[in-house]
């Protein structure tokens, strides 16, 4: 199982300024990586797929790169609905694995 | 409008069974790959399963470990997770999802004695 680890745990970030998201994965899964958004009491919503791509309607804030272990999402300037937790899932290799999330705090 | 509404989550003591339904609206189960992703309380995301629109199913062998079974009705559009031999760790919401664009709301399987 590949296993996916997501740094900081949480980051305190202030409104408008950009917010960078770290996501790992124990071995290569080229750019088969998606990344969620979650709201409290809410379902996950893609955000990210491909590593880089934008999923339909998520606002050009957000960002995505990377390939192979490393990957990046960054938010570039935080408006208030963004706070929330954020996590990374590879689909390269089955079972499909998530990290274990960044929460994204009002600093 | 394209939506999954799940149902069928409740408490179960542990030992015993329970049956999840997704289902959908708006598009056709037959032609999309459905995956179920279970959350416990405060925790992250965990995928278990997913049915391809050509009926081929592949599970979180780890997780499963030969417990849940996946099966879809066409006729009534409807995706079922069956959960057997449940313990306390299956605690969770179950979201159905079609992951690039539809997710669930979740329901809350709670397994307690």
């Known amino acids: 199982e590949i296993v996916m680890t997501q740094s900081p745990a949480t980051l305190s970030v202030s409104p408008g300024e950009r917010a960078t998201l770290s996501c790992r994965a124990s071995?290569?899964?080229?750019?088969?990586l998606a990344w969620y958004q979650q709201k409290p009491g809410q379902a996950p919503r893609l955000l990210i797929f491909g590593a880089s791509t934008r999923a339909t309607g998520i606002p050009a804030r957000f960002s995505g790169s990377g390939s192979g272990t490393e990957f990046t999402l960054a938010i570039s300037s935080l408006q208030s609905e963004d706070f929330a937790v954020y996590y990374c899932?590879?689909?390269?290799?089955?079972?499909?694995?998530f990290g274990g999330g960044t929460k994204v705090e009002i600093k | 409008q394209v939506q999954l509404v799940e149902s069928g989550g409740g408490v179960v003591q542990p030992g015993r069974s329970l049956r999840l339904s997704c289902a959908a609206s708006?598009?056709?189960?037959?032609?999309?790959?459905i995956h179920w992703v279970r959350q416990a309380p405060g925790k992250g995301l965990e995928w278990v399963a997913v049915?391809?629109?050509?009926?081929?199913?592949?599970y979180n062998a780890d997780l499963v470990q030969g417990r849940f079974t996946l099966s879809r009705d066409d006729s009534k559009n409807t995706l079922d997770l069956q959960m057997n031999s449940l313990r306390a760790e299956d605690t969770a919401v179950y979201y159905c999802a079609r992951p690039g664009d539809s997710w669930g709301q979740g329901t809350l399987v709670t397994v307690s004695s």
């Open positions: 708006g598009f056709s189960l037959s032609r999309n790959d």
């Open positions: 049915l391809w629109y050509d009926g081929t199913e592949k």
């Open positions: 899932q590879q689909y390269n290799n089955w079972p499909l694995t």
């Open positions: 071995q290569s899964i080229s750019s088969t």
